[in-house]
Every structure is written in structure tokens, then in C-alpha cells.
């Protein structure tokens, strides 16, 4: 077992894991933060999409080690403390970017990435393109593709 | 309309558990005390078990045990069952083969588990159960349906000749063949309906406790029909009495067919959770599940359309395999028969239509309802020979739909559905529209210019939903009823729970359900719960699946609605000292006829449960009733979608340039819901198409297991769609509904296939078309050319 401290969700976090613990794996067992969701095991949904350090990186192929002193940012820090959701939340909820919502926390967490990437002006073509590393089988990425598009001119505001 | 009743597109209820990530999936429950399986499964698709050796696994840090399926049969804990008879064309019964949830004595395919691990952690189970050490003797393996039958196949279940399930049939041969021998114009085609692997993005998951003080075992799983999973579980696998098992299907990351079934690892944690005496919970890797989902479609067709002169059809005839792969799943055997046969007069008048369905045993994974589960197989059928007979006798593809097209209802066709209503022009010509089918040509030259070969494909399809009056099914076979039920209780305060037997994964019901209520009852939609998912608190349901939750779930919920009214308007009418037949029920307020005496929804709610202004002999106290609803008929819902694609000639890359989907669901409670079911089942049904395959190689090893080899459509693969609507009501429940939760993949793969013909000018391509496999059918093309 190895010691491992971070900031999570801006609170400073430690716990023991096996060195081959994985953050996401850290975060859902350890911490108990469930909304980081596997999807696969080949580093291909993006269902486990957190920030690190304010870059998107799949939790599911990150040892917690690696991230040691790091700060994280998962889907539950998201929303202000008071409830306030993020725009890109909320941009997801009114165009009906989710229906099981299994994908939702990796796409919103991956989207954020994107219009940090690419500016708030986003372009149908630039989020198809830059969604690759995020699978959704619900949806067909329609109402996903406009809630990013809409949730990154409403964070410019 | 008001802004949260039907026909309102109202942001969904559910939404802010999921998007602030407190959903709660069943791998998010944790029980104290909590061990995880870890299943050791077989490497083989086809061997027999000599011996397991568990000792060196047993002394591993953390296992607390390994159990094997010879303990399972020790513990007399039945088989796995497939609940829909299918009887073959000489009166025999399918064949169907024992399925133990951990095999003892042979594994029939990859990932066929044969012990379990309990440990502390999933790593400790992991490491454990590379320390049991079985003994395989390797038996030659088939895994194709089209050799299954061979005589030099292996024979993969004792007792079952030619690995074959059933040899079943539909229709008039003797009328059909008449009418083919009288044909002006035959179309023959050959198709394989792609295996498909569902991928719901949440893998499957089970966790078991087991309460030794009270005897109860309680089962979270990943399930669309919680009590159908009890019921199988308790009366044939004999884990324990119905009563005694408790069954929450929590929030549910996608089903799509794929987690209707039971499953072996959910009675493997029950029982192991009753003998380690902890909660046993095991969540699937994605690697497991697509080794041991049930896998979709598989079929080989054989089929053939005769047509008059003027492009009249005649007749219809195929002659399909399907694969169920090594066990039957639980509802496998209703898919390539009565979910598909049934399906293949299509929108049209065909007098005479007869099919022949084999269904074989292979050593691969077992395969069973897939989004559409055998509506997508008829509808690739006879979209196909119908586009292909109008190539071939120079008639445009839409005329002669058009030709054909049924237009008086009911209309009962030769293979046992009777549809309700529709208006096929209607979908059609408003999809040209939309699709501006007149502006084609032009677009095509321009796209010539670019280098682009574009072409233009129809799929008018129809599909049986509501699934399905209980009477109907049953004598077709079903194991059980396919009726819903629903149970409205309204509280003192005025607010309400519905407890439902539908089950959502993604389809919103806690949202469209409430506003059904809502406008009824004329309270705010804030005011309404739907609860559903749990056998302690819905009492009984069928589930969620067949495009059902609609046209039955709702139903269910009107009937109890219609119960309730009838039950307050008493009650008021002892509030308002008015005579019962003179209470009127309006936007939430019981008014005296004629009169200004009111009483608000709240007030009669209060009243029933203080019961002062009535006694019990006159009226019994409380307000909550309960239907339970069996439906006349299916639904059908039809329309007709249309797929506008270059195909780029030097790489031979499909992009899809325009899609226009129109839909006759009949009422729609919430078209933005509607909408976004529509999209993803086009998104399924464009995977199919173009990129989708599950491939086992010769000895039964899943070539594409993982999602690096299984190409699943991503969003730069898709374009936005264009979704319009027409309606005809069905007449066949309360509230006009059809379903739509399956119409898009099963209308998109045939129009992509003919899109893809269209442009390149080919009779026929295989699913999926990659673009390697359609650079290589361009080259076939142009070689004579080049010579």
C-alpha cells in the first residue's frame, strides 16, 4: 500500500491504495465520488473524463500515484457550492443532451475541455471531431453536439 | 396544451442526478461488508471440462472462495431458460439445451464462466482466479449459422441433431409458389444481418445480499424488467420463493434489449451471497460483455419478391438461418420468428408472403433481442428486395413503394398482423420533401465534381410495438403476459406517486409519465413522482422494452387515472352535498354542475384520507387504485426515412450528408423525448450499416472483443438529423400511441444500404460497409472498365 494525497473538488484528499489503483478506481471506491463512470476498458469512452490539473484526462487510464499533489476535478465540483449548476450543465439538460446518463458526467467533463481548447464559438464540425474520445450509444450525438455548442456561448457570458 | 402536459416538450425531470453525477447505477450501491466477484471463464469457444483445480486459488490474499458448477448442481440451482416455445414445422418443440450459470462439464463459448471467485477487492479476485487451473479437452468449434447444420459439424449439445434449435415456418408455401411461377419479374437477394453487439455504455452489474436473519435475498441489477428477472429467478432457477427475493433495478445506463435477459452472473451472486453470508457484488468489464452480452441480429436470408408488370408485388419468400449463438437467451427464440416473419409485408399489399426460419446452436456468445430485435431483419429484407426490383425494372424507387403501399385499415396481411392505421403517402411524401428529393440530381453532379459518387436511399418501414395483448402472445408461445400495470396513489397533500411496472434507462418516463399525470389531473408536473425498478414497491410489471412503455405503460396509468376520478368525484360529491353524477372534474377542480360549488384536486385528496364527511359503510377511505392493462393489439408504428451519402471513390468512405426521418408514432407526450429516441436509434442503426460487426474466427475466438476492434459510431461518423412527424392515432389504446423507441434502427440500415447502391451503382453490398469494403465493390465495378 502506498499513500497518495490530491485535491479533490478543491478539498485536499489522502487515502492507501495498491500502487496499481486507478484514479478512477480512487475516486468511486476510495472517496465515494460514483459520478466518474467506467464505460469500457480500452481507453475509449470517455465515460471517466476528469480534470486534471484543468486538463481532461480518462481517469481510467491514470494510476492515482501519477497524480499525487495534483488537483482533480470531477463531475459532482462542477455546480457552485450553493446549487448553481454549470452552464454546460444546464446547456445538457434543456437540449436534451442525455437519456441513460451513463456518458453524461465524461461528455460534460470532455466538453469543457473542448471549449477550453477551442473558445466558446464552436462549430458543429470542431465538436464532432474533437468528441472523438467520448462514446454515447443513446443519444446519436445530435441534442450532445448542440448542448456543447450552446453551453460554450452561455460560459461566455 | 399546457406547458408540462402532453405534447409539451418538458426538460426532463431526471436529468439532475445525472448531470451533477448522482445517478445511482447499480456498481454505485454498496452494501456493508461487500465482497466482489471475479469469474474465471473459459478461453475456449468449444471443450470439455476434465477438472478444476481451485486450491491455489483459495489461499490467495483476500478470497474468502471459489465455487465451481459442480456446487451449483450440488445446491440444486436450476438452469437459465429461454420463455417463448417455438414449435417446429413438424409440431416438435424447440430444442432447447440445459444453460447452467456456471458450466461443470463442457463450455460451449468464449467467456462461458465455469467458477467464481469471491475476494475482498476485484484486484485480489483477479489475481485469484488466474490460480484456478482447469483442465479443457478442445473440441473443434463452429461458429458460422450458414455450416451449423453441416454433417460434419460439431455437435455442440447432446441430443440436438445438426445444432438445430427449430425449423420453423410462416405463411402459405403452396400460394406463394403459385405466385413466383406466374411472376413477371423475380428479385432474388442474399443478405447477412451483421451480428451486432449492443454496448449500453454501463456494463452490466449484479450485487446480491443475502439476509440470514430474515431469509430474503436482495438482487440490484442492470435489468429493463426487474420482475420478470424475479419471477424467472425464483419459479425455474429456484433460488428462492418469490417472496423472498427483492429485485431494484436502479438508474440503468442503457439496455437496449441486452438487459432484458436473466443472466447467468446475477443467479451466480445470489447464490454466492447466501454462502459466503456477505453482499457479492460483480460489475462487468467492457471485454466482459462482449464475450457475454447477448449479441444481436446474426441472420443468413435467402429472399426473393415476385412482381407483376406494372411493378405490382405479388409475393414474398425467405428462407433465413439465425444464430443463438451456444445457449438460448430468454427471449431468443420469439426474434427471428414471430418479432420478424411477421414483420415482412412491410407498409405493403403483398398477398402471399412465406418464410422458413432455422435456428442453430454455434460456440459463440448467446444472441437474442437487440434494439428492434427481428423488425430490423424483416425491414432490411424487404426494403431491400423492393429498392433492388425497382432498380431492376427501371421504376423509381419511391413509385413503386407508392404502387404497393397499403391504404384501407384495418388490413390484415398473411402472416398474422392486422394494422390498425397509418397513412404510408403521407410519411413518404413529406420525407421527399423535407429531403428535397427533386433538388437530387443537381446535388449528385456537384458532388461528381468533388470526386464524391452521392446517391440517395428510402426506407419506408413498419415495426409492431406495444408489445403486446397477452392473449396474442400467448398462443404464439410467450411464457407470460405482456400487459402493464400501473398504480396512482395520491397523497393527503394532494401530490402523487405512480408506480409503474416500466422501467426507464434513458427513455425519461419519470418526465413523459408525469406529465400525463399532470394534465389529467390538472396538478403541477413538481407534484408528481414515477417510481418504478423495485419488486418491493411496484408490485408486478413486464418492463421496459418493444417500444411498449407508451402504448401499454401509459395505458396502464389511464385506466388507474380514470379510477381515481371516478373515486374522488365521490368523495367531493359528499364535500359539495351534490349528487355523484352531477360532480364534474376539470383542470384539477370537482365542480357541481351548473352550479359555482368547487373543490380543488388538494381538498378532495385530504378529504379521502380524513374521512369526515363520509362514513366507512358509505365510502371507503383513501384515494389509490390500480390497473392492470392488456392491450388490443399491437402498435404500428411506420414512416419512412431517407439517406442522402457521398462515397468518396479513391477511399471508398461513406459520409452521410443529409438524413430526413419521418415518423407516424402516433400521440407524442413529449416530441424533444421523441426526438432524441429517434436520433439514437438512427445512430444504431448507421453503426449497423457502415461499421458494426461482431467477427469470431474459425475457432470461436470474438475477433472484434473489445471497443478498439468493434467500431462503435462516434460523433464525427454522424450527422444531425432531420426529424419530422405525421400522425395517425392508433386506435388500439387510450391515448393514440404507437412507441418509437425502436423505429430508427430499424428503418436507417436499409436506407444507408440503398443509398450506398444508389451511388456506386451495385446491387448489393454487405453490413457492415466499411469503406474498405466499399473501395473494393468499386473496384469490382470499374475492373471491366479498366480492361
Known amino acids: 500500500m502506498a499513500n497518495v494525497s490530491m485535491t479533490v473538488n478543491g478539498k485536499a484528499v489522502t487515502g492507501d491504495v495498491e500502487p496499481r489503483t486507478l484514479l478512477v478506481q480512487f475516486l468511486r471506491e476510495n472517496l465515494r465520488l460514483t459520478g466518474t463512470h467506467v464505460g469500457c476498458d480500452t481507453s475509449q469512452c470517455g465515460a471517466c473524463i476528469v480534470h486534471i490539473d484543468g486538463i481532461a484526462a480518462k481517469a481510467c487510464t491514470t494510476l492515482a500515484l501519477q497524480v499525487e499533489g495534483a488537483s482533480i476535478t470531477t463531475i459532482e465540483g462542477l455546480a457552485e457550492p450553493g446549487g448553481k449548476l454549470h452552464p454546460m450543465q444546464e446547456a445538457f439538460r434543456e437540449h436534451h443532451g442525455l437519456q441513460c446518463g451513463y456518458c453524461t458526467p465524461g461528455m460534460i467533463m470532455s466538453a469543457l475541455d473542448i471549449v477550453r481548447r477551442n473558445g466558446n464559438n464552436l462549430d458543429e464540425h470542431t465538436i464532432r471531431d474533437q468528441l472523438d474520445g467520448n462514446i454515447c450509444r443513446c443519444t446519436g450525438y445530435h441534442n450532445i453536439v448542440k448542448a456543447i455548442e450552446a453551453g460554450a456561448k452561455a460560459m461566455a457570458k | ?311 405490382k408485388i405479388l409475393a414474398l419468400r425467405a428462407k433465413t438461418i439465425a444464430n443463438l449463438g451456444a445457449y438460448m437467451s430468454t427471449f431468443s427464440s420469439s426474434v427471428p420468428t414471430y418479432l420478424y416473419a411477421t414483420l415482412l409485408s412491410g407498409q405493403y399489399n403483398i398477398p402471399s408472403i412465406y418464410c422458413e426460419v432455422d435456428a442453430v446452436y454455434t460456440n459463440t456468445a448467446p444472441v437474442d433481442a437487440y434494439r428492434g430485435a427481428g423488425r430490423p431483419e424483416a425491414t432490411f429484407v424487404v426494403e431491400r428486395l423492393v429498392e433492388v426490383a425497382a432498380r431492376q425494372m427501371g421504376i423509381d424507387p419511391a413509385d413503386l413503394r407508392r404502387r404497393n403501399f397499403i391504404t384501407a385499415f384495418p388490413h390484415q396481411t398473411p402472416v398474422i398482423m392486422a394494422y390498425d392505421g397509418g397513412d404510408y403517402n403521407a410519411s413518404l411524401k413529406k420525407a421527399m420533401e423535407m429531403a428535397d428529393v427533386k433538388g437530387f440530381a443537381k446535388r449528385k453532379r456537384d458532388a461528381a465534381r468533388n470526386g464524391k459518387l452521392r446517391g440517395l436511399g428510402y426506407s419506408t418501414y413498419i415495426e409492431a410495438c406495444g408489445i403486446a395483448p397477452s392473449q396474442a402472445v400467448g398462443s404464439l408461445g410467450a411464457g407470460v403476459g405482456l400487459w402493464e400495470s400501473a398504480e396512482v396513489r395520491v397523497n393527503p397533500t394532494g401530490s402523487v406517486e405512480v408506480l409503474t411496472g416500466s422501467h426507464a434507462h434513458g427513455q425519461g418516463h419519470e418526465t413523459t409519465f408525469a406529465q400525463l399525470v399532470s394534465e389529467r389531473l390538472g396538478i403541477p408536473i413538481e407534484n408528481v413522482s414515477i417510481v418504478h425498478g423495485d419488486t418491493d414497491k411496484v408490485q408486478f410489471g413486464m418492463g421496459t422494452y418493444g417500444s411498449r412503455s407508451g402504448a401499454v405503460g401509459m395505458s396502464a396509468i389511464v385506466k388507474a387515472l380514470d379510477k381515481i376520478e371516478i373515486k374522488a368525484k365521490k368523495v367531493a360529491a359528499f364535500m359539495l352535498e351534490a349528487a355523484e353524477g352531477d360532480i364534474e372534474f376539470k383542470d384539477g377542480k370537482f365542480t357541481v354542475a351548473g ?193
Request: charged content about 20%; proline content about 6%; aromatic content about 6%.
Open chain 2, 1 to 311: 396544451m399546457s406547458a408540462t402536459g402532453i405534447g409539451a416538450p418538458v426538460r426532463r425531470k431526471e436529468d439532475f442526478r445525472f448531470i451533477t453525477g448522482q445517478g445511482q447505477y447499480t456498481d454505485d450501491v454498496t452494501r456493508p461488508g461487500e465482497t466482489r466477484a471475479v469469474f474465471v471463464r473459459s478461453p475456449h469457444a468449444h471443450a470439455n471440462i476434465k477438472s478444476i483445480d481451485v486450491s491455489a486459488a483459495k489461499t490467495m490474499p483476500g478470497v474468502i472462495d471459489v465455487l465451481t458448477g459442480a456446487q451449483l448442481a450440488t445446491d440444486k440451482i436450476g438452469n437459465l431458460i429461454c420463455g417463448w416455445m417455438i414449435h417446429s414445422k413438424d409440431g416438435s418443440p424447440m430444442k432447447m439445451a440445459a444453460h447452467p450459470a456456471l458450466a461443470a462439464t463442457k463450455v460451449n463459448c468464449v467467456g462461458d464462466a465455469v467458477a467464481v471467485v469471491i475476494a475482498e477487492t476485484v484486484a485480489q479476485g483477479k489475481d485469484a482466479a488466474e490460480k484456478v487451473k482447469v483442465d479443457y479437452e478442445v473440441l473443434p468449434a463452429v461458429v458460422d449459422p450458414a455450416k451449423a447444420q453441416a454433417k460434419d459439424a460439431p455437435q455442440i449439445h447432446p441430443d440436438i441433431a445438426n445444432n438445430t434449435i427449430y425449423q420453423w415456418h410462416l405463411g402459405e408455401k403452396k400460394d406463394v409458389d403459385a405466385a413466383f411461377a406466374a411472376a413477371k419479374h423475380v428479385t432474388k437477394l442474399d443478405i447477412v444481418n451483421n451480428r451486432l453487439v449492443p454496448n449500453a455504455m454501463e456494463p452490466r452489474a449484479a450485487l446480491a445480499d443475502y439476509d440470514a436473519g430474515t431469509d430474503n435475498l436482495t438482487l440490484w441489477n442492470t435489468s429493463q424488467n426487474p420482475h420478470v428477472a424475479r419471477l424467472v429467478i425464483s419459479a425455474f432457477i429456484g433460488m428462492a420463493p418469490e417472496h423472498k427475493l427483492r429485485v431494484i433495478a436502479p438508474d440503468v445506463g442503457g439496455g437496449f434489449g441486452s438487459k432484458i435477459f436473466i443472466y447467468p452472473e446475477e443467479v451466480v451472486c445470489l447464490w454466492a451471497s447466501r454462502k459466503v453470508k456477505r453482499p457479492v457484488k460483480w460489475t462487468s468489464d467492457r471485454s466482459e460483455a462482449f464475450l457475454t452480452d447477448a449479441h444481436g441480429r446474426d441472420h443468413v436470408t435467402h429472399a426473393e419478391l415476385a412482381l407483376d408488370a406494372n411493378g
Open chain 2, 595 to 787: 352550479t359555482d360549488k368547487s373543490a380543488a384536486f388538494g381538498d378532495v385528496a385530504l378529504n379521502a384520507y380524513i374521512a369526515h364527511k363520509f362514513t366507512g359503510a358509505e365510502l371507503e377511505p383513501g384515494l389509490k387504485e390500480t390497473s392492470f392493462y392488456d392491450p388490443t393489439n399491437f402498435t404500428f408504428p411506420a414512416g419512412c426515412h431517407i439517406c442522402e451519402l457521398d462515397v468518396d471513390i479513391e477511399t471508398g468512405k461513406v459520409d452521410i450528408v443529409n438524413w430526413t426521418a419521418v415518423d407516424d408514432f402516433g400521440t407524442i407526450i413529449n416530441p424533444m423525448i421523441v426526438e432524441g429516441q429517434v436520433h439514437g436509434g438512427i445512430a444504431q442503426g448507421v453503426g449497423q450499416a457502415l461499421m458494426e460487426g461482431a467477427y469470431y474466427d474459425a475457432n470461436g475466438q470474438l475477433v472484434t472483443g473489445s471497443m478498439m476492434d468493434y467500431t462503435m459510431p462516434r460523433a464525427h461518423d454522424l450527422p444531425s438529423f432531420h426529424v419530422g412527424l405525421t400522425e395517425t392515432k392508433s386506435p388500439s389504446n387510450p391515448l393514440g400511441m404507437k412507441g418509437c423507441g425502436e423505429a430508427g434502427a430499424i428503418a436507417s440500415p436499409a436506407a444507408v444500404i440503398n443509398a450506398i447502391t444508389d451511388a456506386i451503382g451495385t446491387e448489393n453490398i454487405a453490413m457492415p460497409a466499411t469503406a474498405s469494403a466499399v473501395w473494393t465493390a468499386l473496384q469490382k465495378l470499374q475492373a471491366p472498365k479498366a480492361a
